[in-house]
């Protein structure tokens, strides 16, 4: 059986979709949907107050950017999720606590702001008191899946301190769960007369 977002894309975008891994792509949580400023994984509410949870994606490869992608969530704070938002102009299914959530951007590619951050989805929740977190997991059919706009099937990975300086994850009163992307190998142009020459 097909996974679940291929089949979706394949359906709202009439495309094939290969599978290419994206060493790079990163998604992260953030209660701030200015990130250009600062990423914000961790709040403390009052009980009672309800806060966004935004959906980004980054450090996107030869692709771009985004058609859809797919995760789920582990929530530990008590409390409960009000709304799930697509924030793509497509369509999604699934709920992303019970059944993982599969989002998807329709015709129109997606591309990151000036930033490089694609803000792709928005989930509001009512705080109830008890401290904890949200995990970002891989979605139960289409594993850590999101699909570029060369039509290829790229892997995410969960931003991390060693790759973003903030944790991918979410807290609520809580320190936020460990990410486990890796950080940007740093590549410097050289001539093989200058390699050569550290032989000599």
């Known amino acids: 059986m097909r996974h679940l977002l291929v089949v979706l894309l394949v359906a709202a975008l009439a495309v094939s979709v ?26 403390c509410p009052n009980i009672n107050d309800t806060f966004n949870v935004y959906v980004c994606f980054d450090r996107f490869g030869e692709g771009g950017g985004m058609l859809g992608a797919a995760f789920m969530f582990d929530r530990t704070f008590g409390g409960f999720k009000l709304t799930q938002t697509n924030l793509l102009p497509g369509l999604d299914f699934g709920d992303v606590e019970t059944d993982g959530w599969a989002i998807t951007a329709g015709a129109e590619c997606q591309f990151p ?12 929740y009512l ?45 609520a009163c809580a320190d936020p769960p460990d990410g486990n992307c890796e950080p940007l190998s740093p590549v ?10 550290f032989y000599r």
């Open 18 to 43: 290969t599978a290419e891994e994206n060493p790079n792509l990163a998604i992260f949580l953030s209660a701030d949907d200015d990130t250009a400023n600062d990423v914000v994984n961790e709040v």
């Open 127 to 171: 705080y109830l008191g008890t401290p904890g977190t949200i995990t970002i997991l891989p979605h139960p059919i289409d594993a850590n899946s999101a699909a570029d706009c060369l039509n290829e099937l790229d892997f995410w990975c969960v931003a991390s301190v060693l790759s973003h300086e903030s944790e991918g994850g979410f807290g």
């Open 113 to 124: 702001d000036a930033n490089g951050v694609l803000i792709a989805a928005t989930c509001q």
């Open 188 to 197: 410097e142009e050289a001539t093989w007369g200058t390699i050569k020459s």
